[in-house]
């Protein structure tokens, strides 16, 4: 019997840019996000009697880093059958955002549900970290936090049970001929910059207002806190010391500027980036298409989408 499970992707508020154990995918901070209504992956896994296999968005695909995670699974759950994972992404490209985070929650909770393991949450966020850092908070609707934990069991994330509140994230997509860094490959060499352990002290008392902003439903707060953590995020990798960086474009920087611009004319804008030149702009429903517009004044070739607060981990 096959078992399909969806999982939306999210946008982390207080970042995690660093690793203090890169086997079990550690984080070196704890980390914030919202959960994204419009970007999910849909994925099925059904038992086959030769070998795992993969098929993403009806294409067959030999990708090391998900056999790698099959395996990691059987460690933890039981040696299982051979699976064949069918996996939909509904993130579009357009978009700029990364699938990974909901690729890796959907192929764990359909893959615990084939073997019939009623597992909590937490216990199918953890085996998610491992695939990927991020998909450990794609588990649940609106807000998550990551704990960034001392082990394999103490790392995992959990609902933050915050409050409605009209949230939108107006996601600008600007072209990125540049070769990316991945993800991976940006923490190691931000860990390097001299101001890493400063960033972390920042960062943890961030995670403090960030929760309290989330539960009083200050979005101004929140846009706030979430604008200084990332760029203070992009300062890492600039100041790196093995092979700075920047993912930052020239329209990235227009961007930047035009949200400002905003801010001074009392529309509520932030913007958060993640390991692209991507620009996230958090506001409220109410003034989304005002950002939508005022971004497309500027720069009228850009992609630009809203997105609101999306639901937890689904099952057919
Ligand atoms: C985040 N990002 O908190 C941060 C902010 C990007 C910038 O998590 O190495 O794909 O697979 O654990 O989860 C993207 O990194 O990294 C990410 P791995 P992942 O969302």
């Given at each position: 019997?096959?078992?399909?499970?969806?999982?939306?992707?999210?946008i982390?508020l207080?970042?995690?840019?660093?690793?203090?154990?890169?086997?079990?995918?550690?984080?070196?901070?704890?980390?914030?996000?919202l959960?994204?209504?419009?970007?999910?992956?849909?994925?099925?896994?059904?038992?086959?009697?030769?070998?795992?296999?993969?098929?993403?968005?009806?294409?067959?695909?030999?990708?090391?880093?998900?056999?790698?995670?099959?395996?990691?699974?059987?460690?933890?759950?039981?040696?299982?059958?051979?699976?064949?994972?069918?996996?939909?992404?509904?993130?579009?490209?357009?978009?700029g955002?990364?699938?990974?985070?909901?690729?890796?929650?959907?192929?764990?909770?359909?893959?615990?549900?084939?073997?019939?393991?009623?597992?909590?949450?937490?216990?199918?966020?953890?085996?998610?970290?491992?695939?990927?850092?991020?998909?450990?908070?794609?588990?649940?609707?609106?807000?998550?936090?990551?704990?960034?934990?001392?082990?394999?069991?103490?790392?995992?994330?959990?609902?933050?049970?915050?409050?409605?509140?009209?949230i939108a994230l107006v996601v600008a997509e600007v072209?990125?001929?540049?070769?990316?860094?991945?993800?991976?490959?940006?923490?190691?060499?931000?860990?390097?910059?001299?101001?890493?352990?400063?960033?972390?002290?920042?960062?943890?008392?961030?995670?403090?207002?960030?929760?309290?902003?989330?539960?009083?439903?200050?979005i101004?707060?929140i846009g706030?806190?979430a604008e200084?953590?990332a760029?203070?995020?992009?300062?890492?990798?600039?100041?790196?010391?093995?092979?700075?960086?920047?993912?930052?474009?020239?329209?990235t920087?227009?961007i930047l500027s035009i949200v400002s611009d905003l801010r001074?004319?009392?529309i509520l804008a932030f913007a958060t980036l993640?390991?692209?030149?991507n620009v996230k702009i958090i506001t409220t429903?109410?003034s989304a298409k005002l950002v939508e517009a005022a971004l497309l004044?500027?720069?009228?070739?850009l992609?630009v989408q809203t997105a609101?607060?999306?639901?937890?981990?689904?099952?057919?």
């Open positions: 019997m096959p078992s399909t499970a969806t999982a939306h992707t999210n982390a207080i970042k995690y840019w660093g690793k203090k154990n890169t086997r079990l995918n550690l984080p070196t901070t704890s980390s914030i996000s959960t994204l209504d419009q970007f999910y992956t849909k994925t099925t896994v059904t038992p086959n009697s030769q070998a795992d296999q993969l098929f993403i968005n009806g294409n067959a695909t030999d990708a090391t880093r998900v056999h790698n995670f099959l395996n990691n699974l059987r460690q933890y759950l039981g040696d299982f059958e051979p699976l064949t994972v069918t996996s939909n992404n509904h993130v579009p490209t357009s978009a955002l990364a699938s990974s985070a909901s690729a890796f929650a959907a192929l764990t909770a359909a893959t615990a549900r084939e073997l019939n393991f009623n597992l909590p949450l937490t216990t199918l966020s953890r085996l998610a970290r491992r695939g990927s850092g991020s998909a450990s908070r794609s588990f649940y609707g609106h807000f998550a936090i990551w704990h960034e934990g001392i082990d394999d069991t103490s790392s995992f994330a959990e609902s933050l049970n915050a409050p409605a509140m009209p072209s990125d001929a540049a070769k990316k860094v991945g993800s991976t490959e940006g923490m190691r060499r931000a860990v390097t910059s001299p101001d890493y352990q400063d960033w972390l002290r920042e960062s943890a008392k961030q995670l403090v207002d960030m929760k309290q902003a989330i539960q009083h439903s200050d101004e707060k706030a806190i200084k953590n760029l203070s995020m992009h300062a890492l990798n600039l100041t790196a010391r093995q092979k700075p960086f920047t993912y930052f474009t020239c329209d920087q227009r001074h004319q009392g993640d390991a692209g030149p429903l109410d004044s500027e720069l009228p070739a992609h609101t607060s999306g639901s937890g981990i689904i099952y057919d």
